[in-house]
């Protein structure tokens, strides 16, 4: 996990924003193998806002196609069995950081779904920067090579973001602050 952050904090040297380990817990209730959707949501049953939670498991199938593996996801926990996370609501105009009571006035706590990174064991070093990617409001892929939410590596040795990428997590970013999902560390230099 240290090695994967530390590549993380490369990756995103550009944006502004660094990881840091806050705690690492083993829990022997976690399934080792990841199959299906519910056990995707289920992993998010326990989390509490505040912080990136990021499961390592031994293996994570892909959902869509039976007997391909996945080296990581970003999840979006959904159903009506799991807890939603109450955060402080936004003032309206600051998209891309909308949530249910985006109507009700900004002080109101709205209710969001908890999400997650699931990391496999097979993950290579640049898996953890590329969920993170997507944690931080980038949804879709790019498909040039060397860029982070590609699939495909390029020639230089870390991937880069687009500036518009940098802008989405930087965004997204102050967005999960403010809503109080993502708490700064004040460890960090
Ligand atoms: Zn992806």
């Known amino acids: 996990m240290e090695a994967q952050i530390a590549r993380a904090n490369l990756i995103f040297s550009g944006t502004g924003i660094a990881f840091t380990l806050a705690a690492l817990s083993t829990d022997g209730t976690l399934p ?5 959707r519910m056990e995707r949501h289920a992993l998010g049953a326990s989390l509490t806002p505040g912080a990136i939670h990021v499961i390592a498991v031994k293996t994570l199938h892909d959902v869509d196609e039976a007997g391909r593996f996945r080296s990581g996801v970003h999840w979006k926990v959904r159903g009506s069995a799991q807890p939603q996370w109450q955060v402080a609501a936004p003032a309206r105009s600051t998209l891309p950081c909308s949530c249910r009571s985006l109507l009700a006035a900004s002080d109101v706590p709205c209710a969001v779904r908890p999400h997650l990174i699931i990391l496999a064991k097979k993950a290579d070093r640049d898996v953890l920067a590329h969920e993170l990617g997507h944690f931080f409001g980038n949804r879709v892929h790019d498909h040039t090579p060397g860029n982070v939410m590609s699939y495909v590596a390029g020639e230089a040795d870390v991937p880069v973001f687009t500036k518009a990428q940098v802008q989405r997590v930087q965004e997204t970013a102050a967005c999960l602050v403010r809503r109080g999902e993502l708490v ?4 960090h230099p």
């Open 32 to 36: 080792a193998h990841v199959r299906t």
């Open 184 to 187: 700064p560390s004040t460890q």
